[in-house]
């Protein structure tokens, strides 16, 4: 059989092959814990958070804590929740991970990630 020569395996790169490239993306999560959750629960359910993204080969770059405030609605009726925006520069499969805790936690009432328009790409 006579392969073209354009449909032909390409010849090695030897060292002049690019680096992979990981495409990583930034997410901001909005997420909503219990108001009877203690300061010290919330910052595990935060540093686990950051750990899962560090452990993925990815950042944390900010967690900003609005404090206690008061839902536009009711949910499984509670009214107060503690609010955090946490920014963080991961792939999506560590993301998804991030996702997974947080549905399983119990002191998390909402969250919502949200990828944010800029790409950033890590070489590894």
Known sequence: MNIPHSCSVPPAWGRFRPKEVIATSNYEIMLLLSPDSEPERRAEIIERIKKTATSGKGSVDNVDEWGKKRLSYEINHIRDAHYFVVT????????????????????????MPVSLTEKVASKS
């Open 88 to 111: 963080l520069t991961a792939r999506p499969e560590v993301l998804d991970e991030i996702t997974r805790i947080l549905k399983i936690t119990d002191e998390v009432i909402r969250f």
